[in-house]
């Protein structure tokens, strides 16, 4: 798997610069708008965003989680406690990290809004949901904040602003893009060279063949050849 199969995440707990982040968004009065992938990455955001408040690292401001798939999944954790490592406390806290937002009015009220304050929303690459809105709306201000909370894959609007865009075509228009972006990599769910190949070293005997898969050309090629280097291995890239 080798998604970050060319570079090496920073050590930076996620936390840090998210608070980091927060903090500047309540001293400036503005909008955090949270691209955000609905199973997974919303729910570690919450997470963090509860953790963050319970030590008073960050002041308080709303936060809206406005997605309805998001939502549901996030409810998931509280409804079926059993099936992973979060306690119930924990659970209602990551539930009331958030005031959710399910219907489409309640959606566009939304950028009328003044901040501070903090969305997340779907989907996590920006190439669809209500997110776009949000994008057109708080994207032309310098004064927000876009915090890419995930991997954005090559093509998608996510990449374009990761890469520098000034720019998005969003719903047949040119949205221009004035406000920060910033990305909070280290909380990604994927793991880097280093720690593929230590994965790769626990395995009892070397593979007859080691696929290299689910990553761009680049960082696909990268991870075949340190595996071919480190260990040794016959690797096949998939066409």
């Not at 955001?45 to 690292?57: D, H, S």
């Not at 489409?104 to 669809?128: K, Y």
């Not at 221009?176 to 280290?186: D, G, M, S």
């Not at 680049?218 to 480190?230: H, I, K, M, N, P």
Request: hydrophobic fraction near 40%; proline fraction near 7%.
């Amino acid at each position: 798997e080798s998604t970050y199969g060319d570079r090496v995440h920073d050590s930076e707990p996620p936390e840090e610069r998210l608070a980091e982040i927060i903090t500047e968004a309540a001293q400036n009065k503005s909008v955090v708008l949270v691209p955000a992938f609905s199973v997974g990455r919303t729910q570690l955001l919450l997470y963090y965003l509860a953790k963050l408040r319970r030590a008073n690292r960050i002041p308080e401001m709303p936060v809206f989680l406005n997605s309805p798939m998001s939502i549901s999944a996030t409810e998931i954790f509280r409804n079926f406690p059993s099936a992973h490592r979060l306690d119930a406390e924990t659970c209602q806290q990551l539930r009331d990290a958030a005031t959710y937002i399910r219907t489409p009015e309640e959606s566009r009220r939304l950028n009328e809004t003044a901040g501070p304050m903090v969305i997340i929303s779907a989907n996590g690459m920006a190439s669809g949901g209500r997110i776009l809105h949000h994008l057109k709306a708080f994207a032309p201000h310098r004064r927000n904040t876009i915090l890419l909370s995930g991997f954005q894959a090559g093509g998608t609007r996510g990449a374009s602003l990761a890469a520098g865009a000034r720019s998005l075509r969003i719903h047949g228009e040119e949205v221009p893009v004035h406000c920060e972006v910033a990305q909070l990599a280290c909380a990604s769910a994927h793991a880097d060279a280093a720690e593929i190949e230590a994965w790769l070293r626990g395995a009892p005997r070397p593979p007859a063949t080691t696929f290299i898969t689910h990553g761009e050309p680049d960082a696909a090629d990268a991870l075949r050849q340190q595996v071919e280097r480190s260990l040794g291995w016959q690797t096949c890239l998939p066409d």
